[in-house]
């Protein structure tokens, strides 16, 4: 606890271009919790690496995804906002932890299993040991929640599981983390499949809305969206997934209930949902990519946004490690 604040930590990749799943099951979750926690957000890009990355790309989208942050409303001067890779303390942390991690642990691990099916000729032990990673990011800065969308949760467990282990070997040095899973936007669904969920790597364009589309192109991509043939707006995941994704869609972008949207389109065929869906995120978004463009020209307010911030997460990530590696009992250093 910070300043009498709680402490939030969660982070993004700077891989493929980031969807509306990506903004409306976590970002924008973390604009809403920024005022209320002493909030560390980094663009990890160590957790980029573990599947091939052309350098200069992935320094850009890096570059992006931390202007993204701040675009989308979180106050750099007030949060922690920062790229994994400037704080060693991730790797150090990380590598101990590796040692209070059974393999049968990660073997559960369905992002493991998923990725390994996808990157069939690189399947690198960094994919492997990626969540003991993700828990030094989180247990470094003593996080008290972690903001993240549904399918990271089994990650969050084994974070927890780790924390447990290593505070009942040695005290509390660890803070357990809770999860955040926001009441709207937990798992946006692809647009072509409803059945699997939105995602950055999906190879067709159309099953996602990019955070850097146009305005046409979000409600071209919303027309094409897959729904059944009934032409009733109703919300029933089992029986009509396609049409309760956009409903999900639109609560997430105007904050609407779901019985007052069946009854703004009670009566209205499907083609008038999918535009006045399309508008609304095209609405949410706009204002967000104009501030983009705007701080990437702003190098020098970047910069300087880079340095302190990487220096306030190294001094706290740092003040865990020391504790850490002493009760596991490495040397002292001598000053
Ligand atoms: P990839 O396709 O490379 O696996 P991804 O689109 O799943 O990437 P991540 O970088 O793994 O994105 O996720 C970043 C954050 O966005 C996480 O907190 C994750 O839970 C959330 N998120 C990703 N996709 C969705 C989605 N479809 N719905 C809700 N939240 C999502
Ligand atoms: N694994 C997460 C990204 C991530 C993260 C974290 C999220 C890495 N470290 C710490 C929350 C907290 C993902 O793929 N979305």
Same mark, same amino acid.
């Given at each position: 606890?910070?300043?009498?604040?709680?402490?939030?930590?969660?982070?993004?990749?700077?891989?493929?271009?980031?969807?509306?799943?990506?903004?409306?099951?976590?970002?924008?979750?973390?604009?809403?919790?920024?005022?209320?926690?002493? &909030?560390?957000?980094?663009?990890?890009?160590?957790?980029?690496?573990?599947?091939?990355?052309?350098?200069?790309?992935?320094?850009?989208?890096?570059?992006?995804?931390?202007?993204?942050?701040?675009?989308?409303?979180?106050?750099?001067?007030?949060?922690?906002?920062?790229?994994?890779?400037?704080?060693?303390?991730?790797?150090?942390?990380?590598?101990?932890?590796? &040692?209070?991690?059974?393999?049968?642990?990660?073997?559960?691990?369905?992002?493991?299993?998923?990725?390994?099916?996808?990157?069939?000729?690189? *399947?690198?032990?960094?994919?492997?040991?990626?969540?003991?990673?993700?828990?030094?990011?989180?247990?470094?800065?003593?996080?008290?929640?972690?903001?993240?969308?549904? /399918?990271?949760?089994?990650?969050?467990?084994?974070?927890?599981?780790?924390?447990?282990?290593?505070?009942?070997?040695?005290?509390?040095?660890?803070?357990?983390?809770?999860?955040?899973?926001?009441?709207?936007?937990?798992?946006?669904?692809?647009?072509?499949?409803?059945?699997?969920?939105?995602?950055?790597?999906?190879?067709?364009?159309?099953?996602?809305? !990019?955070? %850097?589309?146009?305005?046409?192109?979000?409600?071209?991509?919303?027309?094409?969206?897959? %729904?059944?043939?009934?032409?009733?707006?109703?919300?029933?995941?089992?029986?009509?997934?396609?049409?309760?994704?956009? *409903?999900? *869609?639109?609560?997430?972008?105007?904050?609407?209930?779901?019985?007052?949207?069946?009854?703004?389109?009670?009566?209205?065929? !499907?083609?008038?949902?999918?535009?006045?869906?399309?508008?609304?995120?095209?609405?949410?978004?706009?204002?967000?990519?104009?501030?983009?463009?705007?701080?990437?020209?702003?190098?020098?307010?970047? /910069?300087?946004?880079?340095?302190?911030?990487?220096?306030?997460?190294?001094?706290?990530?740092?003040?865990?490690?020391?504790?850490?590696?002493?009760?596991?009992?490495?040397?002292?250093? *001598?000053?």
């Amino acid at each position: 606890m910070l300043d009498g604040k709680k402490t939030l930590f969660s982070g993004m990749q700077a891989t493929g271009n980031l969807t509306l799943g990506n903004y409306c099951g976590a970002l924008k979750n973390w604009v809403t919790l920024n005022d209320e926690y002493e &909030c560390f957000y980094s663009v990890v890009d160590m957790h980029s690496i573990t599947v091939r990355q052309n350098p200069a790309e992935l320094r850009k989208r890096a570059r992006a995804l931390l202007t993204l942050y701040i675009a989308a409303g979180l106050d750099p001067e007030k949060n922690c906002i920062y790229y994994q890779s400037h704080v060693s303390a991730h790797a150090e942390l990380s590598w101990i932890l590796n &040692c209070y991690t059974y393999m049968g642990e990660l073997n559960r691990m369905t992002q493991f299993k998923d990725k390994s099916s996808k990157h069939a000729d690189n *399947i690198n032990s960094g994919l492997y040991t990626y969540p003991v990673l993700m828990a030094s990011d989180i247990l470094l800065y003593q996080a008290d929640v972690v903001p993240v969308g549904a /399918d990271q949760m089994q990650h969050l467990e084994l974070t927890r599981d780790i924390a447990q282990r290593f505070n009942n070997i040695y005290g509390d040095v660890f803070t357990i983390p809770e999860a955040y899973v926001g009441k709207t936007g937990a798992r946006i669904m692809s647009l072509q499949d409803p059945t699997k969920k939105m995602s950055k790597s999906d190879e067709n364009i159309n099953a996602s809305i !990019y955070l %850097t589309d146009d305005p046409d192109t979000i409600i071209r991509k919303f027309k094409r969206a897959v %729904t059944d043939s009934s032409a009733e707006v109703r919300y029933d995941k089992e029986e009509k997934p396609g049409i309760s994704n956009l *409903i999900d *869609i639109y609560r997430s972008a105007t904050g609407k209930g779901i019985e007052e949207i069946e009854r703004e389109f009670d009566g209205k065929g !499907y083609g008038d949902f999918k535009l006045a869906v399309g508008e609304s995120v095209a609405d949410l978004l706009k204002p967000i990519q104009d501030r983009q463009v705007d701080l990437l020209k702003d190098k020098a307010y970047i /910069d300087g946004i880079i340095k302190a911030n990487a220096e306030k997460a190294n001094y706290f990530a740092n003040k865990t490690l020391r504790k850490v590696q002493k009760k596991v009992g490495f040397p002292e250093r *001598i000053r």
